[in-house]
């Protein structure tokens, strides 16, 4: 695996290649990034990796200085299944005017995340284009997990006409139910125990939903549940992936989200509301 940390080192590395696969992390790599890459490896002749902590994401008071780094392990575990390049760039090479474009996607970028992390998505889009724009992937890959990222990201690709095919895929979970984070790091060992208590609940409400109950009763049950158990649940919604508006009635792309914190820590969750 070759390692670009400049965007000139790495057009000269992708230059005449073709059928380019891209995964954008920011780095502390898990099964949910490597799944990423493995599909990448598989469908593409060609895999780039970036490994970017992007500061224009976070929020004055999130966790930018904390955020977990590690370089070395994260580029061995990316060249054991394949990648290519990693490129990982400063954030003076990614960020070099004083006075910056930033993209805006609106509306599916307001809500959820968007009200409780302003100017995240935002942060998101820009570097995400700007990413597409060094790399110039054919396939970019994008993890569920954050099912509001993917709307984002897909309605970026559409508005701005990148040529670049979208590919999302489902979430990998610790054997317990807990969704691959990278910030699960930050989960206290007791935090950790209850964590997995969020997948058991959209599961067991996402059941009740598709059977026939009613969604709002069901979701404020499954709200109840989870904070007599110690979780702020910042929302729980039944939503339509794409524009990512709230429904009450399931259809078979509904998805059923949360985010909640436990012991400080913001959890992102969210399944198919279809039986799997
Ligand atoms: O999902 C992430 O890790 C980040 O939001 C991304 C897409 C790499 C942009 O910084």
Same mark, same amino acid.
């Given at each position: 695996?070759?390692?670009?940390?400049?965007?000139?080192?790495?057009?000269?590395?992708?230059?005449?290649?073709?059928?380019?696969?891209?995964?954008?992390?920011?780095?502390?790599?898990?099964?949910?990034?490597?799944?990423?890459?493995?599909?990448?490896?598989?469908?593409?002749?060609?895999?780039?990796?970036?490994?970017?902590?992007?500061?224009?994401?976070?929020?004055?008071?999130?966790?930018?200085?904390?955020?977990?780094?590690?370089?070395?392990?994260?580029?061995?575990?990316?060249?054991?299944?394949?990648?290519?390049?990693?490129? $990982?760039?400063?954030?003076?090479?990614?960020?070099?005017?004083?006075?910056?474009?930033?993209?805006?996607?609106?509306?599916?970028?307001?809500?959820?995340?968007?009200?409780?992390?302003?100017?995240?998505?935002?942060?998101?889009?820009?570097?995400?284009?700007?990413?597409?724009?060094?790399?110039?992937?054919?396939?970019?890959?994008?993890?569920?997990?954050?099912?509001?990222?993917?709307?984002?990201?897909?309605?970026?690709?559409?508005?701005?006409?990148?040529?670049?095919?979208?590919?999302?895929?489902?979430?990998?979970?610790?054997?317990? !139910?807990?969704?691959?984070?990278?910030?699960?790091?930050?989960?206290?060992?007791?935090?950790?125990?209850?964590?997995?208590?969020?997948?058991?609940?959209?599961?067991?409400?996402?059941?009740?939903?598709?059977?026939?109950?009613?969604?709002?009763?069901? $979701?404020?049950?499954?709200?109840?549940?989870?904070?007599?158990? !110690?979780?702020?649940?910042?929302?729980?919604?039944?939503?339509?992936?794409?524009?990512?508006?709230? $429904?009450?009635?399931?259809?078979?792309?509904?998805?059923?989200?949360?985010?909640?914190?436990?012991?400080?820590?913001?959890?992102?969750?969210?399944?198919?509301?279809?039986?799997?």
């Amino acid at each position: 695996m070759k390692i670009a940390r400049t965007i000139a080192e790495l057009r000269a590395l992708r230059a005449g290649v073709s059928d380019v696969g891209f995964v954008p992390t920011m780095g502390a790599l898990h099964e949910g990034h490597l799944e990423l890459m493995r599909r990448a490896r598989i469908d593409t002749a060609f895999v780039v990796m970036s490994l970017f902590v992007n500061p224009t994401q976070f929020g004055p008071n999130e966790d930018l200085s904390r955020y977990p780094r590690q370089e070395a392990r994260d580029c061995e575990l990316a060249a054991e299944v394949g990648v290519d390049i990693a490129f $990982i760039p400063s954030p003076d090479e990614v960020y070099r005017s004083t006075t910056p474009t930033t993209i805006h996607v609106p509306s599916v970028s307001e809500r959820w995340e968007g009200a409780f992390r302003p100017g995240h998505f935002d942060g998101v889009a820009t570097v995400v284009a700007k990413l597409f724009n060094i790399v110039a992937p054919d396939v970019a890959y994008f993890g569920r997990k954050d099912l509001q990222q993917c709307a984002v990201v897909s309605k970026l690709v559409h508005d701005l006409d990148f040529a670049i095919e979208l590919r999302f895929i489902e979430t990998i979970r610790e054997s317990d !139910g807990l969704a691959r984070s990278s910030r699960n790091a930050y989960l206290t060992r007791s935090a950790r125990r209850q964590a997995p208590l969020l997948y058991s609940t959209l599961k067991t409400t996402a059941h009740r939903i598709w059977a026939g109950a009613d969604v709002r009763a069901s $979701i404020q049950q499954a709200i109840n549940t989870l904070v007599t158990a !110690g979780f702020q649940v910042d929302y729980l919604a039944l939503v339509e992936p794409a524009s990512m508006d709230e $429904i009450d009635k399931p259809t078979p792309e509904s998805r059923l989200m949360a985010t909640a914190r436990l012991d400080g820590v913001r959890l992102l969750d969210n399944i198919p509301v279809q039986e799997e």
